[in-house]
Every structure is written in C-alpha cells, then in structure tokens.
C-alpha cells in the first residue's frame, strides 16, 4: 500500500519535486500526506489552497494505481527518494526527481559511475572515441551512463556492451515505450547488463521539454560527465552546465577549430568549463583511481635528437615541471620549449597546467 502513496505523491497537480519534498519533510511519509487535512497541508510552503484540495482530491491515487498495473505487470523498480537504492549522488542535487523508474540490474549507487554525453551526429572521429574510452575503462569496475539517443549517446552504450561494462540509459519518456524505436535491441541487451532509467511514468510521451529534464539526471547520478563531441549548442552543454553546477567533474575531448561538433567541446575547455582530455587512458589518472604510470614507446621516431630521446628518459620516471626539467637536461629554457614542442607535435608527451610535463 505504501507504494502507490509514493507514486501519487510524484502526481500531484501543480506539485513539482521541491514542493513535494517540502511535504515529505512535513509529514515525514507519502501516506501522511493524503491523509492530512487542508490546514495542516497549507502550512507546507509552497502548497496553497488549490494544491491542498488537488491533494484531498484523490485524483493523483487513481492515477498511481493505474500505474502500478504496468509496475506490477513488467516488474518495474520504484526508487522513491528517501530509499536506500535511490541514487545517493543525485539525491544530493536540489532538483533531483523524488520517484525514479528502474528497470535493470545495475547498481545505481555504483562506486564509480561516468556520463558518456554528445551531439547525436557523431563523426567518426566521435564513435572513435567512444570505442576507447570504453576499452580503456573495462579494467576499472565502472558504470557508464548516457541518454540512448542517436549519435555518441547509442555509441557509449554499444562500446559498452561490447566490453561487458554495465551501461544505463536515461530517457526522456515512460518505460513503455522506446525513443527512438531503433533502439529497442540495444535497450532490451542493456536490461540484462545495465538499465533504464527515467522519472517520468508509463505512457508519457518523448516531448521535447522533457529531454533537458533527462538530462539533470545523467550529470546527477554520475562522478563525472565525459563530452566526445559536440556541436555549439544542444544537449550535450546542457548536460555539462548542469554537472558543473552539482560541482562534479566535467572533461571534453578537444577537436579541430574547423569541426563543427567539436566546437562545443573547444568552447567548454575554452572557458574552464570542462578538463582536457586527449586520451581516454588520461581519465584513471585525472579521476585518482591509479597512479599514473608512463611508458616510454619502444620504438621512437627515427628524427628525434639525443636531447628529445633524454627527456623522454626523465620524464619515464615521473611528470615534472619545466624549471626542474631544464635544471635535469642542462640546456637554456628557450632551447628546451623548442624540444618539448616537437615531442608534443609527435604525441609523445603532453604539457600539463603549471608548466607540467608528462609521457602519454
């Protein structure tokens, strides 16, 4: 019985998720809440007269037992706010929805959970990335979580599949549907490995206002949202802003200042918005999950000079800043940065913030 006071609670009329969790701190249960009189609800902020007879109108209880037909029927999982399977980081975010849909079998409160988030016209260079990203971080016991849309979002997923790493797809629609319909077999692969996930009940449409929503609950539940691609504007910035303004971990891959769906990713490592990444292997490292452990290449480019192969030598032992990189060379700074550059320009190292610098 306490279940279909949790859905009617997420149905009210005119009651949004901070309003409803004005009424949960109140009254402490869902059930509490339909069982209060009209002065004892309009003490809750936000919930005047209106909101208060919606609430005595049992019109959100028929609706929740409409819903636990489909609930019952296809053995959806309800994650109520306050209960222990709920996602603990996006309860933590203010705007978090207070019921959640869930069918799958991954752990929402995994220890280490990554949005993998693009422009739904992923170039090659994009499904490239994707494909690395999910070889580099099979070893590292992750979840990897996007929105099952086209383009880089169905990329991260298949990668992940194809890796064996549990991926969950965040949708803008109700779990009795599927957008878009292609979708459908990697959804079905990705409940056995995996989940859907999405806030609003069965039969809801894929409108378009509710994408942005979707998209609070990727940056919410995850550690740090991953951009592969993506275009000035659209989802993927949205996605970016809002895992920033949770105050999580946001990294981009950069691209050619003439790609069109690298210009978002430029512009967000542009304005501090989002960490450079130029590998995915960068990511254990960036995120504290191992030391970061260079290999010089066996086999080197044929024109490097002994200097360059030397500060290859050194930096094999561990990152270093430029004052003591000079000081170990023995060479003037200004000839040194001339070194550095090629061995950058051939990807053999790359130039950290503070003057830093590390093999690949």
Same mark, same amino acid.
């Given at each position: 019985m306490s279940l279909i006071y949790k859905i009617a609670l997420s149905m009210i009329q005119n009651v949004g998720h901070v309003t409803a969790k004005h009424l949960l701190t109140h009254f402490i249960t869902p059930e509490a809440v339909f069982k209060a009189d009209k002065k004892a609800l309009m003490q809750v902020p936000g919930v005047g007269l209106i909101t208060a007879e919606h609430i005595l109108g049992k019109n959100a @209880?028929?609706?929740?037992?409409? %819903?636990?037909?489909?609930?019952?029927? *296809? %053995?959806?999982?309800?994650?109520? *706010?306050?209960?222990?399977?709920? +996602?603990?980081? $996006?309860?933590?975010?203010?705007?978090?929805?207070?019921?959640? *849909?869930?069918?799958?079998?991954?752990? !929402?409160?995994? #220890?280490?959970?990554?949005s993998i988030v693009g422009t739904r016209m992923a170039t090659s260079y994009g499904k490239m990335l994707c494909k690395q990203l999910a070889e580099v971080l099979a070893? *590292?016991?992750? @979840?990897?979580?996007?929105? $099952?849309?086209? /383009?880089?979002?169905i990329c991260a997923h298949q990668e992940s599949l194809a890796q064996g790493i549990p991926t969950v797809g965040v949708l803008a629609h109700g779990l009795d549907r599927m957008? #878009?319909?292609?979708?459908? #077999?990697?959804? %079905?692969?990705?409940? $056995?490995?995996? /989940?859907? $996930?999405?806030?609003? #009940? +069965?039969?809801?449409?894929?409108?378009?206002?509710?994408? +942005?929503?979707?998209n609070r609950i990727i940056a919410g539940i995850s550690d740090v949202t991953i951009v592969v691609e993506a275009a000035s504007k659209g989802g993927a910035l949205i996605t970016a802003d809002l895992a920033n303004s949770y105050?999580?971990?946001?990294?981009?891959? +950069? /691209?050619?200042?003439t790609d069109i769906y690298s210009e978002g990713c430029n512009f967000l490592i542009k304005t501090n918005r989002a960490g450079l990444i130029s590998h995915a292997k960068d990511l254990p490292y960036f995120l504290g999950w191992e030391e970061y452990k260079a290999v010089v290449p066996t086999e080197l480019p044929a024109d490097l000079s002994d200097i360059e192969v030397q500060i290859l030598k050194v930096l094999k032992v561990s990152e270093m800043e430029l004052d003591a990189l000079t000081h170990q060379i023995g060479l003037p700074q200004s000839k040194l940065l001339l070194h550095l550059l090629t061995l950058e320009i051939e990807g053999l190292l790359t130039s950290l913030p503070g003057?830093?610098?590390? !093999?690949?």
């Open positions: @209880l028929l609706k929740a037992k409409e %819903q636990l037909k489909f609930i019952e029927k *296809y %053995q959806v999982k309800v994650l109520f *706010y306050t209960d222990d399977d709920y +996602p603990s980081r $996006l309860r933590n975010c203010d705007d978090a929805p207070i019921l959640l *849909y869930y069918r799958g079998t991954a752990n !929402l409160n995994h #220890p280490r959970i990554i070893p *590292y016991d992750v @979840l990897i979580v996007s929105g $099952l849309a086209y /383009g880089i979002d957008y #878009p319909q292609v979708h459908g #077999p990697a959804a %079905q692969k990705m409940v $056995l490995n995996g /989940g859907l $996930l999405t806030e609003f #009940p +069965p039969y809801t449409n894929p409108d378009k206002e509710n994408f +942005p929503k979707r105050h999580r971990d946001v990294y981009a891959f +950069p /691209g050619r200042t003057k830093r610098y590390r !093999l690949n």
